[in-house]
């Protein structure tokens, strides 16, 4: 834990610029990611009482860019009937409808609540739950539209594997299908999303399913690609490993943005990591989120493959021509760049595995007040590192000096 004579010195220390923080207090999951009447929300799991997890509750941030954020009172408090824990949020005419997992020590069930207000407050429905299967485990509804009806999506975490349900008034909801076990399952399944990408002119599936552990490094994002009927998802490729959405420690639970007005595929994950996530700097909040990333697909070693681009310009870039040996970095308060030898891409002990197409090795690095994010330039690696340098310590990366690396 670091510690300092004042929470605020802190504060000034690590506080992001272009990462959302809350103003104070815990946040884990994104949650309710949605595009409503010219704002993007952002919900996430709040504590409003303490810098620890607890006391369950949905926060709330709006934006018109995704990067400048402004946060907003508790959109949904945890109550005498339960926590409220993660889930998802769609457009139903004027209003939004949240769908949260009830927590309760015994049980786990699937409520909505709805808002007149743009989100600003919610009633909940006075029927809840909505989805109730009778069990301690059963959370993280990601909910969308399919064609004339809607589609739920909810994990069962310690079966590992991912439910699938159809409604047509958001209340009553049938059982379609269940997907999984498959590829990690060395931990609980959590945060499903559900969605798809074109490429090429071909439409493709894509399944994000968050897992803790069972990560790289404890929790951790991976993702199938396959086809979705309406019914069931298949995957397209074998699931005998896993396929990591992010190489580095700091990127669980995220989802994507539901009424995207642009037909875009925005992406947001908890930039944090349970293994170690008690050894946050005792500032005033404690968590951050990632950079937003356009999602897509791109085929890469004889399959389709997810990638990420972040939506706001790089702080560094690498250009270089690849080497026959050895590595090309961005040295400082972190080492960045790619290592020639074992075809790998870095932050510190951090690698993905990546052969660039050409004879070009092509990086983008983002820097924060604590934190680093590495892309590939065509997007199909990144690596996510939330990062508390000693204090006082600058955040510039400079290139070796025979390196020719755009900055």
């Known amino acids: 834990m670091i510690t300092y004579d004042s929470p605020v010195s802190l504060d000034n220390e690590y506080r992001p610029e272009f990462h959302f923080t809350p103003a104070k207090n815990w946040m884990n999951d994104p949650n309710g990611l949605l595009w409503h009447k010219g704002e993007y929300h952002l919900f996430f799991q709040h504590n409003p009482a303490g810098k620890k997890w607890g006391h369950m509750s949905w926060g709330h941030a709006v934006s018109t860019d995704l990067l400048n954020w402004t946060e907003l009172p508790v959109a949904i408090p945890e109550g005498e009937d339960g926590a409220i824990f993660s889930g998802s949020a769609i457009s139903d005419g004027d209003e939004i409808v949240a769908f949260y997992t009830r927590h309760t020590e015994s049980q786990q069930t699937q409520c909505i609540a709805r808002s007149s207000d743009n989100g600003r407050t919610f009633t909940k429905y006075e029927n809840n739950p909505v989805l109730d299967e009778g069990k301690k485990d059963f959370r993280d509804p990601k909910v969308f539209r399919y064609r004339d009806h809607w589609i739920m999506c909810v994990a069962q975490p310690f079966d590992r594997q991912i439910s699938f349900y159809k409604s047509f008034d958001l209340v009553n909801w049938q059982h379609l299908s269940n997907f999984g076990p498959a590829a990690a399952v060395e931990g609980i399944w959590e945060c499903p999303d559900l969605f798809p990408l074109v490429v090429d002119g071909e439409e493709a599936w894509v399944l994000l399913v968050s897992l803790n552990p069972g990560g790289l490094y404890g929790s951790g994002t991976q993702y199938f690609v396959g086809e979705f009927d309406g019914q069931a998802f298949t995957p397209r490729y074998s699931t005998s490993e896993p396929r990591w959405l992010d190489y580095g420690k700091d990127n669980y639970a995220g989802v994507t943005f539901n009424g995207e ?120 690696r990144s690596i996510s590192l939330a990062v508390f340098p000693p204090l006082g310590m600058g955040r510039d990366l400079t290139p070796e000096s025979h390196k020719h690396i755009v900055l």
Not at 280 to 304: A, F, I, N
Not at 339 to 351: H, L, Q, S
């Open 261 to 380: 007005p642009n037909g875009r595929r925005i992406f947001i994950g908890w930039m944090a990591n349970w293994s170690d996530v008690k050894d946050h700097p005792d500032t005033s909040w404690t968590c951050q989120m990632t950079v937003p990333r356009l999602l897509g697909l791109t085929r890469y070693k004889d399959e389709l493959v997810l990638t990420q681009q972040p939506i706001c310009s790089e702080t560094y870039e690498i250009l270089e021509d690849i080497p026959e040996s050895g590595t090309i970095e961005l040295t400082g308060f972190a080492q960045v760049g790619y290592n020639a030898d074992r075809k790998v891409i870095f932050i510190n002990e951090y690698e993905a595995p990546y052969e660039p197409k050409g004879d070009k090795i092509h990086l983008k690095v983002l820097v924060d007040r604590s934190s680093v994010e590495l892309f590939s330039a065509d997007g199909v």
